[in-house]
């Protein structure tokens, strides 16, 4: 069974960057296309970005499109998130799945952006 562990969240003001991860462990996530998820306090978990398996291109909501970039590294079985330009309101835990979201959710990544 797939397990994952998201990282590189923390706290930077607006304007930083953050370049979240999400390695995966237990089976490979190389056919399968990944997405980024987050979670705000008080509000659903909201899709982010999708990148898929045979592409570097990916997909992003609108109100990240521009400034974050996803990309994966199939030998080492992880899938990034590249962020800049931060924003306040891309305060959240960050998750990373699966397209279905049928793997187990991993703990998340904390990401505050202060103003």
């Known amino acids: 069974q797939v397990k994952l562990v998201e990282s590189g969240g923390g706290l930077v003001q607006a304007g930083g960057s953050l370049r979240l991860s999400c390695a995966a462990s237990?089976?490979?996530?190389?056919?399968?296309?990944m997405e980024w998820y987050r979670q705000a306090p008080g509000l659903q978990r909201e899709w982010v970005a999708s990148?898929?398996?045979?592409?570097?291109?990916?997909n992003y909501r609108a109100s990240v499109k521009g400034r974050f970039t996803i990309s994966r590294d199939n030998a080492k079985n992880t899938v990034y998130l590249q962020m800049n330009s931060l924003q306040p309101e891309d305060t959240g835990v960050y998750y990373c799945?699966?397209?279905?979201?049928?793997?187990?959710w991993g703990q998340g990544t904390q990401v505050t952006v202060s103003s």
């Open positions: 799945n699966n397209v279905l979201r049928s793997l187990p």
């Open positions: 990148i898929f398996t045979d592409t570097s291109v990916g």
């Open positions: 237990g089976d490979t996530i190389s056919r399968k296309t």
